[in-house]
């Protein structure tokens, strides 16, 4: 071409930096990779919420993993659920606690079964007395097990805790449901 005094090849050579300029440049840009430790240590800090934020919390028994399971749940529950723990601590003392299948259980002392357990869903706690049909008053929520009886706990609705005590104290008493 007329007039130009660098080949286009030369042109596009100029245009390019340095490498150790890029380096420098991306090196400051760039925030490194977290450890496989920070990772490890985030997931055991933030427990995974599965579908409807229902807790991920790995099995086990005694009143720790419960806390666990109740520090993870989401927003509103999270208090609703842990005034209920106290009430059920103070109503039946003694009681045997257990995370399984990503809901905590709750059992009488000394009875090797489970007569209470909790799941956590979009809109709501739901409590599922495992002998429930044999409670009185029985629990409002109907279930496709005989003897099951459903609660559902909502944001705007106060719980009845004398109601919820009363169903403690029978629920404890009777045999509990082997998991």
């Known amino acids: 071409m007329p007039g130009t005094t660098t080949t286009p090849r030369k042109a596009a050579g100029a245009a390019k930096q340095p490498a150790s300029k890029k380096v420098a440049r991306t090196a400051t840009t760039k925030k490194p990779a977290p450890s496989k430790t920070a990772k490890a240590v985030a997931k055991k800090t933030a427990p995974t919420l599965l579908s409807g934020g229902n807790p991920q919390i790995p099995k086990g028994y005694g009143d720790a993993p ?64 495992f002998r429930g049909a044999s409670l009185k008053p029985m629990p409002p929520g109907e279930s496709k097990m005989a003897h099951v009886r459903y609660l559902d706990i909502h944001e705007d609705e106060p719980v009845d805790e004398a109601r919820f005590a009363t169903w403690l104290k029978q629920a404890s008493k009777l045999p509990g449901e082997k998991m």
Not at 78 to 86: I, K, N, P, V
Not at 97 to 104: E, G, L, M
Request: glycine content about 10%; proline content about 6%.
């Open 66 to 129: 419960v806390q666990a399971y109740i520090d993870a749940m989401p927003g509103w529950k999270r208090d609703a659920w842990r005034r209920l723990d106290t009430l059920i601590e103070k109503t039946i003392p003694g009681v045997r606690k257990a995370v399984k299948w990503n809901s905590p259980l709750y059992g009488a002392p000394g009875d090797e079964g489970w007569f209470l357990g909790v799941h956590c869903y979009t809109r709501y706690i739901k409590v599922s007395f």
